[in-house]
């Protein structure tokens, strides 16, 4: 674990630096921050249809990402669509699956979803006049395949659903609830966020039989303003774009236009060509280090750090989820603190947590809580990390509760 910390370096300038935040957004290795920085050194070059060798080798190399990000999800590389985050992934597909919506229809999300895949559809329903139904959660954060069941039906159009809750960590069984909405109807396209999932547990769409799936790649050890789409080959053809420009259409006149084949149809414009080389680099970190290592060290901590919450504040404590943690988010709440108090004490001894609603209001409300403070482990953490969260909560206790 040494070996792997040292490959950060933002632990050289910050030393003391307890980073317990790789929910909201992980830290960088120094091979993908050279990454971005060679491209902007070495190539600066656009994508597509330049005839140079510093144009001809990004090309080259943006497209070599595309196919290792099929090898991580067990898909075809044409399937893959780059995005610059999850919340434009979901919302690509809330557009171009609005004429699939008609009066009457419905369309089914959890009350466990991160905004991101929950306002899209909302607002979806309303534009359509279709319904939006939510499936409840059980206490452990676990969407139930037979409690989801009754939500489906001949008029259902769409399921979303989140992997990994970003509030509970408690992942959800992809697969059976895909199955169950394809037996409900065949024609329901099944959607899944896995924005908490990408390179911290073992992805495979085909097993899944997922229709579209999104992630971001700034969670999962790569720079900020890439995310992927992954979407059926069958359903992507099928589909519009999603905007419209340079680097995805063929032949345009007055009367006409010839877009692309998928995934570059959907890929207007200049994307962000550094982030998309960068994102290759944090892929090749985490094949390097075994997603299975990952994600062993991660739940590892996080059931050690909820042992030691228990441990220290007893019953003034909850945590939300399982007792034993399956991934490395855990949010809790202290009795009579506000999580923003939490936050802002530990934050000032260089502890960094979440606090708030987490972008998920239908989950705090189904559950009466106003917020909860998260922290969130990654491969880089250690034991001294859960030493120093316990040692700054204490602290915060002293200073609230005399």
């Keep these: 674990m040494h070996n792997i910390r040292s490959r950060f370096p933002i632990f050289t300038a910050r030393p ?68 610059r985050n999850t919340t434009e992934g979901i919302n690509l597909l809330a557009s171009v699956l609005e004429d699939r919506i008609e009066a009457g229809d419905n369309i089914v999300v959890t009350a466990l979803e991160h905004h991101s895949n929950f306002l899209p559809w909302k607002r979806l329903a309303a534009k359509r006049r279709a319904e939006l139904r939510i499936v409840p959660f059980e206490q452990d954060g676990l969407i139930n395949r037979e409690t989801a069941r009754k939500f489906f039906d001949s008029k259902t159009k769409i399921f979303a659903f989140s992997a990994i809750s970003n509030v509970f960590g408690t992942p959800n069984p992809v697969a059976d609830l895909v199955r169950t909405a394809k037996e409900a109807s065949p024609d329901i ?95 090749d970190f985490v094949e390097q280090v075994g997603i299975g290592t990952i994600h062993e060290r991660e739940t590892a901590l996080a059931n050690e750090a909820a042992t030691a919450l228990h441990d220290a504040f007893g019953g003034s404590i909850t945590v939300l989820g399982p007792v034993r943690r399956e991934s490395g988010i855990l949010s809790f709440s202290l009795e009579g603190i506000h999580p923003h108090d939490i936050a802002q004490v530990l934050g000032e001894r260089d502890i960094c947590i979440r606090a708030g609603e987490h972008c998920a209001a239908p989950l705090h409300r189904a559950l009466s809580l106003p917020a909860t403070a998260r922290a969130t482990f990654s491969v880089y953490n250690t034991e001294a990390d859960i030493e120093k969260l316990i040692e700054g909560l204490k602290d915060t206790v002293r200073l609230f509760r005399p």
């Design 16 to 83: 003391d630096l307890a980073y317990l935040d790789s929910g909201a957004t992980s830290l960088k290795p120094q091979t993908v921050i050279d990454t971005v920085s060679d491209y902007y050194h070495a190539l600066s070059a656009n994508v597509g249809r330049g005839l140079y060798a510093t144009a001809e080798e990004t090309t080259t190399g943006f497209e070599e990402v595309r196919e290792k990000t099929a090898r991580f999800l067990g898909s075809d590389a044409d399937e893959i669509v780059f995005t």
């Design 189 to 283: 396209l099944t959607i899944v966020d896995a924005a908490q999932t990408a390179g911290h547990a073992h992805i495979d769409v085909r097993s899944w039989d997922c229709d579209f799936l999104a992630f971001s790649g700034h969670k999962m050890f790569g720079p900020t303003g890439v995310g992927v789409l992954y979407g059926k080959s069958s359903l992507l053809a099928a589909l519009p774009p999603y905007q419209v420009g340079g680097g995805m259409v063929l032949d345009s006149t007055a009367d006409d236009a010839v877009y692309m084949k998928s995934p570059h149809r959907f890929e207007a414009g200049t994307p962000d060509i550094a982030a998309v080389l960068g994102f290759g680099a944090a892929l």
